[in-house]
């Protein structure tokens, strides 16, 4: 099974700058090249928006996402509402007082959907989480927004870390199989293995911040994302940069 992977599109109502740069043509780029791939579904993890969640702002990223044929996954991200989010992607799992998890399997494989939207997670998923690894066969490929453990990225592990590791990692480290995490929200790629759980970020589709400073910095315009080849013995994966548009039309 391929599964495709983008995040953090960051779209804006229009007349807004956006670091001057065409978020939406960067979507849309993306799009374009994604769907000459062979592949069996696309996860999106997360910031649909750019700021402030707007209704019209998913309507319009839905709209795109009539040209993909295969399955789509979603889930929120910091800059996102989750009834909105829900009423137009229309996923056919319901929310948990405005939490969107959910399990899914796909060619017999069983992936996790996890929110953590707000950088932490109720007690209700986190028993589901609990549930979902007691009952798993195989490794566990599980997509969620925020990276659940500081990622040596000062800028965002100072600012916008997750902010409950202790209890994920006491859930994950005692699970029968390694633990595939995929996520964005860093705005950069990123790998991190940590005993059980391996941690992959896929860059931004808006730029890519600077891993190495505490300030705010851009370090680049490419955008990018990562195809995950889930195999009988083994999971690959890896990032595809596309050029990216830096300056916004007009």
């Excluded at 910091?78 to 229309?90: E, I, R």
């Excluded at 494989?109 to 028993?127: H, P, R, W, Y």
């Amino acid at each position: 099974m391929r599964i495709i992977q983008i995040s953090d599109i960051h779209i804006a109502p229009a007349g807004i700058d956006t670091f001057g740069v065409d978020v939406r043509a960067n979507f849309l780029d993306i799009l374009e090249h994604v769907s000459s791939l062979e592949f069996d579904l696309l996860a999106i993890t997360g910031d649909y928006c750019f700021k402030e969640p707007h209704a019209e702002i998913y309507t319009w990223i839905a709209e795109q996402l009539d040209t993909i044929r295969q399955p789509v996954y979603h889930i929120g991200g910091n800059h996102d509402y989750m009834p909105f989010l829900h009423q137009a992607f229309k996923p056919p799992f319901p929310l948990h007082d405005q939490e969107l998890f959910y399990r899914v399997e796909h060619l017999g494989t069983d992936l996790l959907f996890l929110d953590s939207a707000i950088g932490k997670m109720s007690d209700l998923q986190f028993k589901w989480l609990e549930e979902q690894l007691k009952a798993t066969r195989g490794p566990v490929i599980l997509f969620t927004h925020y990276p659940p453990y500081t990622m040596g990225v000062p800028h965002m592990d100072e600012k916008y870390a997750f902010q409950q590791s202790e209890t994920f990692d006491a859930l994950v480290q005692n699970c029968s199989y390694p633990v595939y995490v995929f996520c964005g929200h860093y705005h950069g790629e990123r790998i991190v293995h940590r005993g059980n759980v391996h941690i992959h970020i896929v860059p931004s589709c808006f730029f890519q911040i600077d891993p190495l400073t505490v300030e705010f910095r851009i370090e680049h315009y490419r955008i990018a994302f990562r195809t995950i080849d889930v195999l009988e013995d083994q999971i690959r994966t890896w990032v595809t940069y596309l050029p990216g548009n830096s300056l916004a039309a007009g």
